[in-house]
């Protein structure tokens, strides 16, 4: 399995950023798929996770408003929309693949599989 990660960078504050995860070696499919992000010093936290076949989706209330996140099950790809980025944002984001098709979780242990992770640095 691998999950690639891409599109990370420099970006001012209230700028905009798209993220992209590319998978392979699953069935995409029947994935949940999350994306996580982790700042220096900080534990790795959950940002955005969209269902099977992208008609129900959840936000981490910091991300919330902002973000917006969608699937291609065609091309094996759940891209993550950043707008109006915060100097908070700036972190490591990961993409992920959760086993269960129905049941959102935000706990990094509920996900089976990671991508390598794309920086993203938000500048005042």
């Not at 029947?30 to 900080?42: E, L, S, V």
């Not at 534990?43 to 408003?65: D, K, L, P, Q, Y």
Request: glycine share 12%; charged share 20%; aromatic share 10%.
């Amino acid at each position: 399995v691998q999950l690639q990660a891409s599109g990370g960078g420099l970006v001012q504050a209230g700028g905009s950023l798209r993220l992209s995860c590319a998978a392979s070696g699953l069935t995409f499919s029947r994935r949940i798929m999350g994306w996580f992000r982790q700042a220096p010093g900080k534990e790795r936290e959950f940002v955005a996770a969209i269902n099977w076949n992208g008609g129900r989706t959840h936000f981490a209330h910091s991300v919330e408003g902002r973000f917006t996140i969608a699937r291609d099950n065609a091309k094996n790809t759940v891209d993550l929309q950043m707008d109006s980025l915060k100097l908070e944002d700036t972190a490591v984001y990961y993409c992920a693949a959760r086993k269960n098709m129905v049941a959102f979780s935000s706990s990094t242990e509920g996900y089976d599989y990671w991508g390598q992770g794309t920086l993203v640095t938000v500048s005042s």
